[in-house]
C-alpha cells in the first residue's frame, strides 16, 4: 500500500490498517477470549438524545409543498438559535419516493435570499436536477416532477445555488431523499424508520457564544474549504442514540463542506457495508473503517448486541501537492473525535440475521476498448491562474485583503490571492457549455487530481469505478457511485440515460462546497 493511501485511508492511529475486518469478530461484551480480551470495552455512553427527520411519503397524484424557510433549532442542549431549513425545521423531512412512480414536489421560497433544490443521486431529467436551475426569488415556487426509476438507494436534496452552496447547505437547506423498491423487505434488512434503521446526517460547526453556527466567508476557507471543530449528527452535537440489541442499519450522508469523515467504532468491532450512494451491493463487506467524502452515503449493519459503542472520526488529515514538493495539511481535530454514542436496550423486536447475499451488480466489462473516453483534470492552481481561467469565461472567488486562511494561516494581501478552481483549465460558466454526451452512451471517465483530493461528483448519471490510481477499487467503491473521493486518478465507468438540454444542462464539480462555489464546476448536454 502506498503513503498516500495509508495517509488517505487514516490508516494510523485508532483505526489500525484500512482492511476488511477479516476474523475480528467480537463475542458478547461480557465474554471474554484470547482474541478480543485486549479489545476496549465501551462505558455506557452520555449524550444529547437524537432524533431523527420525519419520514415522509411522496404519493403519485398529489402535490408535496416543500418550503424552505427560516426556523429555530438547538445544535447544542437547551440553546436554540435561529436557523433555516425545510418545513419550518433545521435541515428538513426525509422524503420516501417510490420506484415507478412519479412524485411532484412543490419547491417554495420563504426565504430573503434566492434558493432551489439539487435532488443529489436522483436520475432524472436535466430540467428536474436542480443543478442549474430554476432559482427562485423570494417568494416565488416550482414544481419538480420526479420520475423514479432507480433501485432503493439513499439520496439527499440539498440547495444548488452557484457561489452560494457552501453557506446555504451550513444553514440547513439539505434533507434525506430515500427510494424504495420493496428490496430491504425481500432481503430481510431492518427498515424500521428510527428504531432499527436509522438516518445519520454528518457535518461538522463551529459555534459561537450563544450557540450559533459560524461559517468563514468563502473566500477565507477557498483553497482547503472549511472544517469544524465540532461534528454534528442530525443537527445535534454531542449526539447519543437509543439503539435495540441487535442488528441496525444506519445511513450515513456526509453533508459536511469539505470534511471527509474518516469512520470507526473505538471498540474496533466489524460492520457491514450493505450500500452505497447508488444502491445495495452484491453482497455485504465486513469492514472497521470507513471514509465518507462530502455528498457520499453510505448503509451499514451494525450489531450491537455486543454493547455500547462510540462511532468516532480520525482528524481529516489531507495532503496539498505542489509538483514534486507534498505537504500535510493539520485538521483542527488533534485526534479521534466522537461523532455519535450507541447506548444498546432490548426490546421486543426481531433479531434481523446478515444476510449473506444481496442484489447482484451488472458485471463489469473486460474491456473498455472501444468506448469514448474523456478526462477532467481538477486544479487548485496558484493566484496567477485565476486570469487565465477567467479568460476562458469562468468565474473566480476574490479574496479580501487581510484574510486569514484557516489551514496555512497565511493573511492575504488581497485578489491577487485568490486561488484558481478549474477543471480542464476552466472555471464555471453557467452560459457555456462544456461537454457534449450522446443519450444511451457508455463512456470512461478519468478523473485527475494533481494536487489534492477531490469528491468528484457527476449529476444525472451514476458510475461504476474501474481504477483508483491504477489499482482496483477500494473496498466502499465496488457499488454504484455518483460521488467519488479521487486521491489521485479514477477511472468512471458512466451509461447516461437521461437527457440534458443547452437551457438545463446537467454538471459535474467537486463536492468540496468551497471549490463547487468558486468555480471547480463544468456542464453537459445528454441528447
Not at 427527520?53 to 403519485?60: A, F, I
Amino acid at each position: 500500500m502506498s503513503r498516500r493511501a495509508l495517509v488517505a485511508g487514516g490508516a494510523l492511529g485508532l483505526f489500525g490498517l484500512v482492511a476488511p475486518a477479516a476474523a475480528a469478530k467480537k463475542p458478547h461484551r461480557h465474554e471474554t477470549n484470547a482474541a478480543t480480551k485486549d479489545m476496549p470495552l465501551v462505558a455506557d455512553p452520555t449524550g444529547t438524545p437524537l432524533v431523527y427527520p420525519p419520514l415522509v411519503d411522496v404519493k403519485p397524484g398529489e402535490t408535496y409543498e416543500l418550503a424552505a424557510a427560516p426556523a429555530t433549532h438547538a445544535f447544542l442542549k437547551d440553546r436554540p438559535v435561529a436557523v433555516i431549513g425545510y418545513g419550518g425545521s433545521y435541515m428538513g423531512p426525509a422524503l420516501r419516493l417510490k420506484r415507478g412512480e412519479t412524485a411532484t414536489v412543490r419547491v417554495v421560497n420563504r426565504l430573503e435570499r434566492p434558493t432551489n433544490v439539487h435532488w443529489h443521486g436522483l436520475m432524472v431529467e436535466g430540467r428536474w436536477d436542480g443543478g442549474t436551475g430554476p432559482v427562485l426569488a423570494p417568494g416565488e415556487s416550482f414544481e419538480a416532477r420526479l420520475a423514479v426509476d432507480q433501485p432503493a438507494a439513499t439520496l439527499w436534496y440539498h440547495a444548488h445555488v452557484h457561489g452560494h452552496t457552501t453557506r446555504d447547505v451550513h444553514d440547513g437547506l439539505a434533507g434525506l431523499l430515500i427510494v424504495d423498491d420493496g428490496t430491504a423487505g425481500l432481503l430481510g434488512l431492518p427498515q424500521t424508520w428510527g428504531v432499527d434503521d436509522l438516518p445519520l446526517v454528518l457535518q461538522d460547526r463551529d459555534f459561537d457564544e450563544k450557540g450559533t453556527p459560524v461559517l468563514p466567508p468563502l473566500s477565507a476557507a477557498l483553497e482547503h474549504g472549511f472544517r469544524g471543530h465540532t461534528p454534528i449528527v442530525n443537527g445535534i452535537a454531542d449526539a447519543l442514540a437509543r439503539v435495540p440489541e441487535r442488528l441496525v442499519r444506519l445511513r450515513l450522508l456526509n453533508a459536511a463542506g469539505a470534511r471527509t469523515f474518516r469512520l470507526a467504532f473505538e471498540d474496533r468491532r466489524p460492520f457491514h457495508l450493505v450500500a452505497t450512494d447508488g444502491g445495495v451491493l452484491d453482497a455485504p463487506v465486513e469492514l472497521t473503517f470507513l471514509p465518507l467524502a462530502p455528498g457520499e452515503r453510505a448503509e451499514i449493519l451494525v450489531d450491537f448486541s455486543v454493547g455500547p459503542a462510540n462511532l468516532m472520526t480520525e482528524p481529516d488529515v489531507h495532503e496539498h501537492r505542489m509538483g514534486a514538493e507534498v505537504v500535510s495539511l493539520p485538521d483542527v481535530l488533534s485526534g479521534p473525535t466522537r461523532v455519535v454514542a450507541f447506548a444498546p436496550e432490548r426490546d421486543s423486536g426481531p433479531a434481523a440475521p446478515l444476510p449473506k447475499a444481496l442484489v447482484p451488480l451488472a458485471a463489469l466489462p473486460e474491456s473498455t476498448l472501444g468506448l469514448p473516453r474523456r478526462r477532467f483534470e481538477l486544479r487548485v492552481g496558484p493566484a496567477a491562474a485565476a486570469a487565465t481561467a477567467h479568460a476562458h469565461g469562468g468565474m473566480t472567488m476574490a479574496m479580501p485583503a487581510g484574510a486569514v486562511d484557516p489551514y496555512t494561516g497565511h493573511v492575504t494581501a488581497g485578489a491577487a490571492d485568490a486561488p484558481a478552481l478549474t477543471i480542464n483549465g476552466k472555471s464555471f460558466a453557467a452560459d457555456r457549455i462544456d461537454e457534449k454526451v450522446t443519450l444511451g452512451a457508455t463512456e470512461v471517465w478519468e478523473i485527475v487530481c494533481p494536487d489534492m483530493a477531490h469528491p468528484f461528483h457527476l449529476h444525472g448519471a451514476q458510475a461504476r469505478v474501474l481504477s483508483e490510481d491504477g489499482e482496483r477499487p477500494k473496498l466502499w467503491n465496488a457499488g454504484v457511485k455518483d460521488t467519488v473521493l479521487v486521491e489521485n486518478s479514477a477511472e468512471l465507468l458512466i451509461t447516461f440515460g437521461r437527457s440534458a438540454d443547452a437551457a438545463t444542462p446537467f454538471v459535474f464539480h467537486c463536492h468540496l462546497l468551497e471549490h463547487e462555489d468558486g468555480g471547480m464546476m463544468g456542464t453537459f448536454t445528454v441528447t
